[in-house]
T-cell receptor, first 112, second 117 residues
Framework: DGGITQSPKYLFRKEGQNVTLSCEQNLNHDAMYWYRQDPGQGLRLIYY???????QKGDIAEGYSVSREKKESFPLTVTSAQKNPTAFYLC???????????FGSGTRLTVV | AQKITQTQPGMFVQEKEAVTLDCTYD???????LFWYKQPSSGEMIFLIYQGSYDQQNATEGRYSLNFQKARKSANLVISASQLGDSAMYFCAMRERLDGANSKLTFGKGITLSVRP
């Protein structure tokens, strides 16, 4: 079945460490997105990518980095510069120019 | 400025009754899309319904319908015949154009719906 796989589902890291969240899709979608969700809040866009080897900052990109070396993959690195990284992270993809967005099941990151 | 506004506090509805979840939006782009998503406690985002800004008729998907009032910039979700499984967080979102053909989804803060047996 086609879809988006995010791993791991839960992630614990010590303060000051970088951590990479995985997002893989087999939908052949061009565009991929990373969102952050804090408790009781909506989703906020971190980064997005429309094509391979190209990505753009979203609304809250500080302290995060991404890469898009393959169409299927869009990993997100939460760096030590991110002041409050504990949150729920959702990856999404869409067909370029369409209105259909597919979301992964999310990664819950806790920094201790 | 907030582009998607969901101001209702937690909503409660009796099983089998209908419920309306409010959403207002703000944009100057004549071409946009409006979405509703359901997020159960497990966290995944489940697409419910979509309304394009140029669509003449209100969107419907099974028990879900979207009451689209363009002049008022509102896009309320109506759930008919509520079921216990409808208990979840509901998000209104708007597709905004970025540069070129790029677009992104902007979300409201969500509304918690609880269905009572």
């Amino acid at each position: 079945d086609g879809g988006i796989t995010q791993s791991p589902k839960y992630l614990f890291r010590k303060e000051g460490q970088n951590v990479t969240l995985s997002c893989e899709q087999n939908l052949n979608h061009d565009a991929m997105y990373w969102y952050r969700q804090d408790p009781g809040q909506g989703l906020r866009l971190i980064y997005y990518s429309q094509i391979v080897n190209d990505f753009q900052k979203g609304d809250i990109a500080e302290g995060y980095s991404v890469s898009r070396e393959k169409k299927e993959s869009f990993p997100l690195t939460v760096t030590s510069a991110q002041k409050n990284p504990t949150a729920f992270y959702l990856c999404a993809s869409s067909i370029w120019g369409s209105h259909g967005y597919t979301f992964g099941s999310g990664t819950r990151l806790t920094v201790v | 400025a907030q582009k998607i506004t969901q101001t209702q506090p937690g909503m409660f509805v009796q099983e089998k009754e209908a419920v309306t979840l409010d959403c207002t939006y703000d944009t100057s782009d004549p071409s946009y899309g409006l979405f509703w998503y359901k997020q159960p406690s497990s966290g995944e985002m489940i697409f419910l319904i979509y309304q394009g800004s140029y669509d003449q008729q209100n969107a419907t998907e099974g028990r879900y319908s979207l009451n689209f009032q363009k002049a008022r910039k509102s896009a309320n979700l109506v759930i008919s015949a509520s079921q216990l499984g409808d208990s979840a967080m509901y998000f209104c979102a708007m597709r905004e154009r970025l540069d070129g053909a790029n677009s992104k989804l902007t979300f409201g803060k969500g509304i918690t719906l609880s269905v009572r047996p």
